[in-house]
């Protein structure tokens, strides 16, 4: 089992601009024991991780683990979602910024969306202040579209397709986006509308 490194501390302390005093003061412990946390010449005790963490603005995880991460997305504009499909069952999660997932037991690599190609051609026409959505691709049991999402920077919206059903979807217009489909074979496609 890891635990918490000296390296750790500090580099976390310093991203949050804060002196040893400082760090000190927040979680009720002397300068010199964070010093000494720092230079490898100590370990904080178990008890005080929590709060160590919550003063360094990080999870305990990410504390000890030395892995931690910034946010990426901090203006939360959803165009910056990241899907990740189950290739057992079909599962799909969606994230605002990078993750690790797993499904069917299998870690599951984020999709990465090609432009569309003419098997995946994404045909997208305003109807009634809605985009009509549709795609000339096979249906079948063993080759198929799973599902189409509307992305944009406020709201994402997903509709799941199944085999031998036709490609023809509505989302309601809410702006600039991507449209973005998932062949169960060749991957997922995207275009801008």
Not at 37 to 65: H, R, V, Y
Not at 74 to 81: F, G, H, L, P, V
Not at 161 to 176: A, C, M, N, T, W
Request: charged share 25%; net charge negative; aromatic share 8%.
């Amino acid at each position: 089992m890891s635990y918490v490194t000296g390296k750790t501390i500090k580099e976390l302390r310093e991203r949050r601009k804060l002196t040893q005093k400082e760090l000190a003061e927040k979680i009720n412990v002397s300068d010199k024991t964070v010093s000494k946390w720092e230079t490898d010449k100590g370990l904080p005790d178990i008890g005080i991780i929590e709060d160590l963490a919550k003063a360094l603005g990080t999870s305990i995880a990410e504390l000890l683990t030395g892995d931690y991460r910034e946010n990426e997305n901090q203006s939360a504009n959803m165009r910056k979602t990241h899907f990740y499909v189950c290739p057992v069952c079909g599962n799909i999660i969606t994230s605002v910024g990078y993750g690790s997932f797993s499904c069917c037991g299998i870690t599951l690599p984020e999709q990465d969306a090609e432009e569309c190609d003419d098997e995946h051609m994404i045909i997208a026409e305003t109807v009634d202040n809605e985009y009509s959505v549709t795609i000339s691709h096979t249906m079948s049991k063993t080759h198929y579209i799973s599902f189409i999402a509307y992305i944009t920077a406020n709201d994402v919206e997903i509709i799941k397709l199944y085999p031998e059903q036709d490609i023809s979807v509505r989302f309601r217009k809410k702006g600039h986006g991507i449209v973005y489909a998932y062949c169960n074979k060749h991957g997922m496609f995207k275009k801008v509308i």
